[in-house]
């Protein structure tokens, strides 16, 4: 007989693997894919292709030539950086922006903190939050979507977000039920026909993804339930108290990025909590932030800012709230 | 359904020797019988070389409280004292015994009758199962009578037997739930008996339905005795999972079944009280499954304790090809043998083939936080945390994280995306911080 192997047990593994649960991310981003490429055409390719490349390529040289280590841009951790930072641009961002945007996402905010799982920070987000602050014009100019076939001629026109035509018009003291009438139908909103970043405009193609991702049991439900909860509640208490200054909660959840954050930014496993109570905590927390950006900031939306600052209070998070132990209750049901 | 809340893991049940009917393993030609096959203080021989024994005679006492004693399972002439490897690897002694015939002590009732008046009283059950060598054959193999005996200030209400058999692939113990149905209820009264409880509960996993069925009907004769089907989950075999699934009771971190009134036994345990108590027959031989994939035969087995594991895989149609790992128990608390020719011994419930695909372990990559080990963890653990406190020495704070509750049922292994050696970094802290407990009781 051949040497026998041994080792401690267990001795069987579940199938299942980094790359798995990497690329079941990236399966669950193509609805929204499809729907950027439908309205954006083919800029969002470009844009997609690009950031996608060089978040790929940053990956590649950074491990080879920095960190010495065994390639790592297969396991489909890199994929998705790039195709979540393309999701948060505008589909007109010239090309330099966006390599500047997967640098900072790839080089700064994860391999400088050891690669794959040691970022404390989504590294996507970072790289949006570094390209909102430096580009501010170049990345809030919103190409009106321009259906593929449709037959619309005139190139770049932009607009401004739903968010931003609800920020610019309070500020001028417009009532609410007025600034509507600028506003694209909620339904142009859910299924994405509005003016945005290329992955967030549809509400309706992330949130298949989000439940696909729960179905398979990459992500739990604590985070986009206490997020997109607290959103609910804390908007619509504000408008039920007065609905001339503060818009209604359905509104709050079609716009912006707050989908494309809520099931694929916040729930990002390596920066967000571990314990399930330290998750509902997390979720709620971005849930408030975003909230308070949205409506007494300065910026228009606020769901990057609000998943940023509660991934600093992660490890807080990992400390303070404990998964709950066996036995550490005593509950004896005399029966 | 009943099961427990925490936790658990869903692997691959495989269990491809279930409808195998027990066969009785001939007997080899030497056996090997470990002389400390239980937890606590190991036994002393009291035979020599050259000495002629006979089956179920005495040939290794437990003086200690909890220690057992050890029985010949052949009869023949006494070879030699010498170390073998056993199942973990390491050089124990044994007593070699060359076989001649099959001459069994006078004593010992050999018929198949079944015998269900208990007349035994409760202090005689305890001293014949401590006489008799009888260990958990679940496979920890701790001394039974010790169990029975219920601490001062504490009270039994309720004892539990274990019929989940949650390991993947191991088929013995449904098979004595099939095959010896009767005697294992007897014993589970001569038990309740020995406990002075009125309560006898069964708990088997909803993948035996047949066990779950014939147990069932039978134990209406059986005043006390009541079957509970579980969902499956692993690891519900556990004692502190198995007290929660059936009674919502949780044993307190660091406390004993007996805190919250419960003793669990394994089945194949209650069968060996049976054949103890109401036949005189000592602890030599028990049931074994041999299986895996590739195995031509896979086979539940009754077998001579001291038997080399060797034998049954010639039983099972030989060493398929590419074997290469031998794992004795379950695929997922089992250890990983270092020679086929380590011994059958009484906590030993199966014999695992696996060819080189399935002996390797994924490969490790970084963690990427996902959770998952702490999603499995039936103990609230976060096996993430404590295998890195432990890599880090970091003991103290291991131990403030619970460590030592962790019992090394290794779902969170089993689950880890990353391929994270997690069980084996828990274990050596566990170690560790043992000591540590140790040596503060000293000062
Ligand atoms: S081996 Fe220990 S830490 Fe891992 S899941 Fe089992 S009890 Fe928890
Ligand atoms: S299951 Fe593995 S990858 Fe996931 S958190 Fe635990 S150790 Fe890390």
Redesign the pocket.
């Known amino acids: 007989m051949n040497l026998l192997t041994v080792s401690g047990s267990p001795h069987i593994h579940e199938d299942n693997s980094?790359k798995k649960v990497m690329y079941g991310v990236v399966y669950a981003l193509i609805p929204a894919m499809l729907v950027s490429v439908y309205f954006f055409g083919f800029d969002a390719v470009r844009v997609l292709l690009i950031s996608v490349a060089a978040c790929l390529l940053f990956e590649w040289l950074i491990q080879k030539y920095l960190i010495k280590g065994p390639a790592t841009i297969n396991d489909g951790s890199a994929l998705i950086t790039g195709i979540l930072l393309a999701f948060n641009v505008p589909s007109n961002l010239p090309i330099w922006i966006i390599i500047v945007g997967a640098f900072v996402a790839i080089g700064i905010a994860k391999m400088s903190f050891g690669g794959l799982?040691k970022n404390p920070f989504n590294p996507a987000l970072v790289g949006r939050v570094f390209l909102l602050i430096s580009f501010p014009v170049q990345m809030t100019s919103w190409p009106v979507p321009k259906p593929l076939f449709s037959s619309v001629v005139t190139d770049a026109i932009t607009g401004p977000t739903p968010l931003g035509i609800l920020k610019d018009g309070l500020r001028d003291g417009e009532k609410i039920s007025d600034i509507m009438t600028q506003i694209p139908s909620y339904l142009q909103q859910l299924v994405g026909d509005i003016g945005g970043s290329l992955g967030e405009v549809s509400a309706i193609a992330l949130l298949i993804g989000g439940l696909y991702l729960l179905l398979r049991k990459i992500i739990t439900w604590q985070i986009p339930v206490a997020y997109l909860g607290s959103v609910i509640i804390f908007t619509g208490i504000l408008w039920l108290a007065n609905p001339e200054q503060f818009v209604n909660p359905l509104f709050h959840l079609i716009t912006g990025g707050l989908m494309l954050g809520v099931f694929f930014m916040a729930t990002d496993?390596v920066s967000s909590p571990?314990s399930s109570k330290g998750q509902i905590i997390f979720g709620l927390g971005c849930g408030i932030i975003t909230v308070v950006i949205r409506i007494w900031g300065a910026y228009p939306e606020g769901v990057s800012f609000a998943i940023l600052i509660m991934n600093a209070l992660t490890p807080l998070l990992n400390n303070s709230f404990k998964p709950k132990r066996f036995g550490e209750i005593v509950k004896i049901d005399h029966k | 359904m009943k099961t427990f809340e925490l936790g658990g893991v869903h692997p691959a049940e495989n269990k491809i020797s279930e409808n195998k009917a027990i066969e009785v393993l001939p007997i080899p030609k030497q056996v090997q019988i470990p002389v400390a096959q239980n937890l606590g203080a190991p036994s002393v021989p009291i035979v020599n070389k050259g000495d002629e024994v006979k089956v179920g005679q005495l040939i290794a006492k437990g003086e200690a409280f909890i220690s057992s004693n050890v029985h010949s399972s052949v009869s023949g002439k006494v070879l030699k004292i010498d170390n073998v490897n056993d199942q973990s690897g390491y050089k124990k002694p044994a007593i070699f015994i060359n076989v001649a015939g099959d001459e069994w002590e006078e004593n010992i009732d050999r018929s198949d009758t079944l015998i269900k008046d208990i007349t035994a009283s409760k202090d005689e059950i305890i001293k014949k199962v401590h006489k008799l060598g009888i260990v958990g054959l679940g496979g920890a193999a701790f001394p039974s009578h010790v169990k029975l005996m219920v601490p001062k200030g504490k009270k039994a209400e309720a004892l539990i037997i274990n019929g989940v058999e949650c390991e993947p692939y191991l088929t013995a113990d449904h098979r004595v739930m099939l095959e010896k149905a009767d005697e294992l209820l007897v014993g589970t009264k001569i038990l309740m008996k020995a406990l002075g409880v009125e309560k006898g509960f069964i708990g088997i996993e909803n993948n035996k339905p047949d066990a779950i069925e014939h147990l069932s009907k039978l134990s209406k004769e059986y005043k006390g005795i009541e079957v509970y089907p579980l969902k499956v989950k692993y690891p519900q075999g556990g004692e502190k999972q198995l007290i929660k699934a059936l009674t919502n009771r949780e044993v307190p971190s660091g406390k004993l079944p007996i805190e919250v009134g419960c003793v669990v036994q394994n089945v194949g345990t209650a069968l060996a009280v049976y054949e103890a108590v109401q036949k005189n027959k000592p602890l030599f031989e028990r049931v074994v499954t041999i299986t895996g994939k590739a195995v031509k035969n896979p086979s539940n087995f009754l077998v001579r304790i001291g038997t080399p594991i060797s034998e049954l895989i010639e039983a099972s149609g030989g060493t398929p090809d590419k074997t290469s790992k031998i794992v004795g128990g379950g695929p997922m608390m089992g250890k990983a043998l270092v020679t086929p020719d380590a011994p059958i011994v009484k906590g030993s419930s199966g014999v695992l083939l696996f060819d080189e695909k399935e002996s390797k372990r994924v490969e490790e990559?970084?963690?990427?936080?996902?959770?998952?080990?702490?999603?499995?963890c039936p103990m609230g653990l976060?096996?993430?945390l404590i295998?890195q406190l432990t890599k880090l020495e970091m003991y103290e704070e291991a131990e403030k994280n619970n460590i030592m509750d962790c019992i090394e049922c290794g779902s969170?292994?089993y689950?880890?995306?990353?391929?994270?050696p997690?069980l084996d970094y828990i274990r050596l802290g566990k170690f560790k911080v043992g000591q540590i407990i140790r040596n503060r009781g000293k000062k």
């Open positions: 980094v799982g496993m571990m | 990559k970084a963690c990427i936080r996902c959770a998952g080990c702490i999603k499995v976060e096996p993430v295998s969170c292994q689950t880890c995306p990353s391929g994270k997690l």
